[in-house]
């Protein structure tokens, strides 16, 4: 497989998360249109390294930019219309921009930027964190997060009678005591019967 030129390989860090996709060239000077997972692609626009990856399998096609992982310096990423578009210094125009559709594209957790506020916590440091009530019973695993429009939901794993349930918490202050990142710990005020 032939790599573009300009695409460096590189080791994927051990905290990255993906965070996009290369939808497609936009216009001629190698630009590309891009699909972001969050509704907020806050680190998008202000990371200024990514590494990309191929496709995964299925829809990775005639996917032959590059193999591997490679890492790309970012010039700019701005939004446009009902999404996002970049330029990135190893793409000049259209036809390599056109060979990259499909790349999923992956930043250093270390490089997102500070979270405004204290009460600000990025989705994927939320993942893994144990979730107690005030009275100290274990209420499960933070698996994912779940978008319901107003407020963000906790979505919960955890094990009763040898079975894998779920459980939603709705994550807002009313229910949410604490948030403990060093200690992988979130603390609520909610009962195993709700």
């Given at each position: 497989m032939a790599q573009l030129p300009g695409l460096e390989p590189a080791v994927l860090p051990p905290d990255a998360v993906e965070l996009g996709r290369v939808q497609e060239a936009w216009g001629i000077k190698g630009w590309l249109r891009l699909h972001s997972h969050s509704a907020d692609?806050?680190?998008?626009?202000?990371?200024?390294?990514?590494?990309?990856?191929?496709?995964e399998a299925r829809f990775a096609r005639g996917f032959d930019a590059f193999s591997g992982v490679v890492t790309v310096v970012v010039d700019e990423v701005k939004t446009h219309a009902d999404g996002l578009v970049a330029r990135i210094e190893a793409i000049a125009d259209r036809n390599a921009a056109e060979a990259l559709k499909g790349a999923r594209i992956h930043v250093?957790?270390?490089?997102?930027?500070?979270?405004?506020?204290?009460?600000e916590y990025y989705w994927v440091d939320l993942?893994?964190?144990?979730?107690?009530?005030?009275?100290?019973?274990?209420l499960g695993v933070v698996r994912d997060l779940l978008s319901t429009g107003p407020n963000s939901v906790l979505c919960l794993e955890?094990?009763?009678?040898?079975?894998?349930?779920?459980?939603?918490i709705p994550f807002v202050s009313v229910y949410v005591d604490q948030v403990d990142l060093p200690g992988?710990?979130?603390t609520v005020d909610w009962q195993p019967d709700y």
């Open positions: 692609p806050e680190v998008l626009l202000a990371a200024k390294r990514w590494f990309l990856i191929p496709p250093a957790r270390a490089d997102f930027p500070a979270a405004k506020s204290d009460d993942l893994g964190l144990d979730v107690i009530n005030r009275e100290g019973v274990h955890y094990t009763e009678d040898d079975k894998t349930l779920e459980r939603m992988k710990r979130i």
